[in-house]
Nanobody, 122 residues
């Protein structure tokens, strides 16, 4: 069974940090571009960060660049998102995703996780 399971969301004050974790099963994790997306109420999911499978080079949305860091451990089939200096506008549901091409684009997602809520208070 193909599955992505996120954890690590929660509530934090502005300026705080959280680390999201996504554990993959049932798919060739080490061969896939992996990413984090987020969704605000009433909005489409938007790409936050993505990471290539082999060289692990990252892509970031401009709104999180220099604050968020994506990483992966292919031996553990695990994806991470370290989020620092969190802002109230980062409040959203965060989703882990497997992507069939090296592009941070929801159109190419083939597997979604169930999501984990991040809430940042001012």
């Amino acid at each position: 069974q193909v599955q992505l399971v996120e954890s690590g969301g929660g509530s934090v004050q502005a300026g705080g940090s959280l680390k999201l974790t996504c554990v993959a099963s049932g798919l060739p994790f080490s061969k896939h571009y992996m990413a984090w997306f987020r969704q605000f109420p009433g909005k489409e999911r938007e790409g936050v960060a993505g990471i290539r499978p082999a060289d692990r080079s990252p892509d970031y949305a401009w709104s999180v660049r220099d604050r968020f860091t994506i990483s992966r451990d292919n031996a553990k089939n695990t994806l991470y998102l370290q989020m620092n200096d969190l802002k109230p506008e980062d409040t959203a549901m965060y989703y882990c995703a497997s992507i069939v091409t090296n592009a941070l684009n929801a159109r190419f997602v083939n597997v979604w996780g169930q999501g984990t809520q991040v809430t940042v208070s001012s």
